[in-house]
């Protein structure tokens, strides 16, 4: 069963670095595309980025090119998304999801970040 | 970058109705076209990839249509279980880009 199991809700402030995570299991993680999307509160989805685990190739959506940071695990399965310096804008629900025949086809629980002084 | 346009923004229907949900592009994009559905506090789910193939487990209610800039999705005798909010995604070329989203309720 393909299943992709995010890290918990993270509370930060503004200024702080953060790193979240997403694991694979249940297929071939190298070989798959692993996407972030980011949904602010009470508003729609936003593609952030995908990465493929086998050479790390990374595509940045305009608004978040030098703001986050994608990267890969290949010996734990696992994706992260990372912040260097949060601001509140950065409050959100972050989902990773798996990216095959050309769609999200599986998706992790979300994580939710939220950043306040 | 591709912009995606969702109409209507919301929808009023009732259970045993049949609605449609359109997705224009900015550009063509070959049928490179999915749709999610995304209940309240759940991560989206997709329905249809590739504009008219049905995600394996989805119910047969669902139904997807259109070519070049033009798509929809159609959803035939609503269940309760059907209101939720619908995402159009292009996958063409990235940035891949979201629809603004589609909240159905019930009238």
């Known amino acids: 069963e393909v299943q992709l199991v995010q890290s918990g809700a993270e509370v930060k402030k503004p200024g702080e670095s953060l790193k979240i995570s997403c694991e694979g299991s249940?297929?071939?993680?190298?070989?798959?595309?692993i996407g972030w999307v980011r949904q602010k509160p009470g508003k729609g989805l936003e593609w952030m980025g995908i990465i493929y685990p086998d050479d790390s190739e990374t595509r940045y959506g305009p608004p978040f090119e030098g703001q986050v940071t994608i990267s890969v695990d290949k010996s734990t399965n696992t994706a992260h998304l990372q912040w260097s310096s949060l601001k509140a804008s950065d409050t959100a629900m972050y989902y990773c999801a798996r990216h095959r025949k050309g769609a999200f086809d599986y998706w992790g629980q979300g994580t939710l970040v939220t950043v306040s002084s | 970058d591709i912009q995606m346009t969702q109409s209507p923004s919301s929808l009023s229907a009732s259970i045993g109705d049949r609605v449609t949900i359109t997705c224009r592009a900015s550009q063509s994009i070959d049928m490179y076209l999915n749709w999610y559905q995304q209940r309240p506090g759940k991560a989206p789910k997709l329905l249809i990839y590739s504009a008219t193939s049905l995600q394996r487990g989805v119910p047969s209610t669902f139904s997807g249509s259109g070519s070049g800039t033009e798509y929809s999705l159609t959803i035939r005798s609503l269940q309760p279980e059907d209101f939720a909010t619908y995402y159009c995604?292009?996958?063409?070329?990235?940035?891949?880009?979201f629809g603004q989203g589609t909240k159905l309720e019930i009238k």
């Open positions: 995604q292009q996958t063409y070329t990235t940035p891949y880009s």
């Open positions: 249940g297929y071939n993680f190298k070989t798959s595309w």
